[in-house]
C-alpha cells in the first residue's frame, strides 16, 4: 500500500495481515448485509478514534496488519484499502466497535 504524509511524501509498504471483514465474519457479522449507513470504529492504544465506511469495511485490501515489510509490528495496525492519507491508519488497535 502506498500512503502520503502530512508533508507530501509517499512510501510503498507491505503488509500482512487478516482482511477485516473476514474478521467480523468470524465474530458473527453478515458482512453482505451491512447497511449504507455502516461505520467501523477503531480505537488505538492512545486513545485516537477512527471511523471507516461500508466500502472500506468490505474491501478485499482492508486489512489488520500484524507486519509491515515483513516486520512484525508491536501491536495491531488498522491498513484502510485505497487510502493514501497516513491519519486513516490506526497504530496499536486496542477496540473495535461496528455501529
Known amino acids: 500500500m502506498t500512503t502520503i504524509n502530512s508533508f507530501g511524501t509517499s512510501k510503498t509498504r507491505d503488509y500482512t495481515g487478516v482482511r477485516v471483514k473476514d ?9 453482505q448485509n451491512l447497511g449504507a449507513g455502516a461505520t467501523l470504529t477503531l480505537t488505538s492504544d492512545d486513545g485516537y478514534t477512527q471511523s471507516y465506511s461500508r466500502e472500506i469495511i468490505l474491501s478485499d485490501k482492508t486489512l489488520l496488519a ?34
Open 66 to 99: 500484524w507486519k509491515e515489510d515483513a516486520q512484525t509490528l508491536a501491536a495491531l495496525r488498522m491498513c484502510p484499502g485505497g487510502e493514501t492519507d497516513t491519519n486513516m491508519y490506526v497504530k496499536g488497535v486496542v477496540s473495535i466497535t461496528l455501529n
Open 23 to 31: 474478521v467480523l465474519s468470524k465474530c458473527g457479522v453478515n458482512v
